[in-house]
């Protein structure tokens, strides 16, 4: 038996006057994933508890399997781990996006213009947190280079006071002045941030990027603080090998750090651009020629597209992962070999406020062997309406491995 969790970040929404008052996926074209939807077992689940926060983070390790109560330290170690950092117990780590801020006014009023600096690449992202390191670290603090926008701070030894701290995709066109700290705590970070903005502003990789009528990268921006804490081997918790694909440092962080196997796919990105066949063609491989029993394929594209607000792409991101990567790992196994398939987003990234919330997702999970009384077309409301609802998230994989009986 094979297992597949095909998980499509950020895909659920709630309805949506730029889609003329339906969900993404109520208008996408995804004949595939409607058709398993048909023959197996829809319901709900609450990958992020009320009292979490609706990050990635904890949402991807409860569909992994993982309690986030137990298991959740903060979501910038996940990244290190990815990014290589050997983080010693005593360190502190946190997210250091690069973003575009608006100019004129004093740091405190300006607007998030954009959470990834126009989606910056990561030759362009390197060269500027390398400046920032040798501007702004010291033997405490150490800038490392991550993916495109998505960077590391370590404070080591003698962390800095952390106050609150908010991810910058949360408060798009928002000023920023009331997601500073509202206390003393945060100032030293608030700093660093402020100090970054006339650094990145003057830097000719940002000059040259305004020329080309590109958004500048002009300011780091600090959050999703954490420390080390380890997983229990995916292996050891469930008996099965796994492997993780995606192309965000979290979730190869979250692979890493759970003993998986971390597929790099050429030229996977975390937008529309990525490399969608890849992904489906290293699952495969993965599964059919590397001996692994279960993959998780973590395609970011719908989230992105729910931060940026962009209705018709993130339609778009559900069309294509149903027409190029579930269609191949359908031709791949029906027929061929038994498995059994987990599709469902981690959290709702809906259009309307460009952010994610804790509600309920929908999932299906179908099993080649048998067919059950499905739904027509898998939405929210089908999900929901099953009444078929998991009120603790991280028993999904258990669910999908077979260990649960259908809930009446």
């Known amino acids: ?60 390790l409860s569909v992994l399997g993982y309690d986030p109560e137990v298991y959740y330290s903060g979501r910038s170690p996940l990244e290190a781990a990815s990014i290589g ?20 006014e004093p740091y405190e009023q300006k607007t998030m213009l954009d959470y990834s600096a126009g989606d910056i690449d990561s030759k362009e992202s390197h060269e500027l947190i390398a400046f920032i390191d040798k501007e702004l670290g010291n033997d405490r603090l150490k800038f490392y280079s991550g993916v495109n926008y998505r960077h590391c701070l370590i404070c080591t030894d003698k962390p800095v006071k952390l106050g609150t701290l908010t991810p910058p995709h949360d408060i798009s066109d928002q000023q920023i002045t009331n997601y500073l700290n509202a206390n003393q705590d945060g100032e030293e970070l608030i700093d660093l941030m402020r100090r970054s903005y006339p650094l990145l502003s003057r830097h000719p990789v940002n000059k040259a990027r305004v020329s080309r009528g590109l958004k500048p990268a002009n300011s780091i921006w600090l959050w ?17 090998s796994g492997a993780m694909i995606s192309a965000v440092d979290l979730l190869k962080g979250i ?10 796919v050429e030229g996977a990105t975390a937008w529309l651009d990525t490399n969608f066949e890849g992904k489906a063609d290293a699952a495969i491989d993965t599964l059919l020629n590397k ?27 559900i069309e294509l992962i149903d027409s190029l990567v579930l ?16 599709i469902c987003p981690d959290h709702p990234t809906p ?16 099993d080649s062997r048998t067919k059950q009384a499905g739904v027509d077309t898998f939405t929210e409301k ?16 258990n669910r999908l491995l077979g260990k649960y009986s259908r809930l009446t």
Do not use: W
């Open 291 to 317: 001996g692994d029993d279960l993959v998780y394929i973590h395609i970011e594209a719908p989230d992105e597209c729910g931060h940026r607000g962009e209705a018709e792409n993130k339609v778009k991101s």
């Open 382 to 397: 089908t999900a929901e309406a099953t009444g078929l609802y998991l009120p603790k998230g991280f028993e999904l994989m």
């Open 1 to 60: 038996m094979k297992y597949i969790v095909l998980l499509c970040d950020g895909m659920a929404d709630l309805p949506s006057v730029q889609l003329g008052g339906k969900t993404p996926m109520e208008l996408a074209d995804k004949p595939n994933i409607d058709r398993l939807a048909r023959n197996g077992e829809v319901g709900t689940a609450k990958t992020v508890q009320d009292s979490m926060k609706p990050g990635s983070d904890v949402a991807n």
């Open 85 to 104: 950092i050997d983080m010693k117990d005593t360190d502190v780590s946190l997210r250091c996006n690069l973003v575009t801020l608006s100019d004129d």
């Open 224 to 240: 999703g603080e954490g420390v080390k804490k380890p997983l229990t081997p995916f292996k050891e918790k469930y008996g099965i």
């Open 327 to 342: 269609s191949r790992l359908l031709d791949a196994f029906e027929g061929k070999e038994d498995f059994r398939m987990l």
């Open 255 to 264: 692979g890493k750090l759970a003993e998986m196997r971390v597929i790099e």
């Open 351 to 366: 259009l309307t406020t460009k952010s994610h919330t804790n509600d309920p997702v929908p999932f299906v999970i179908y």
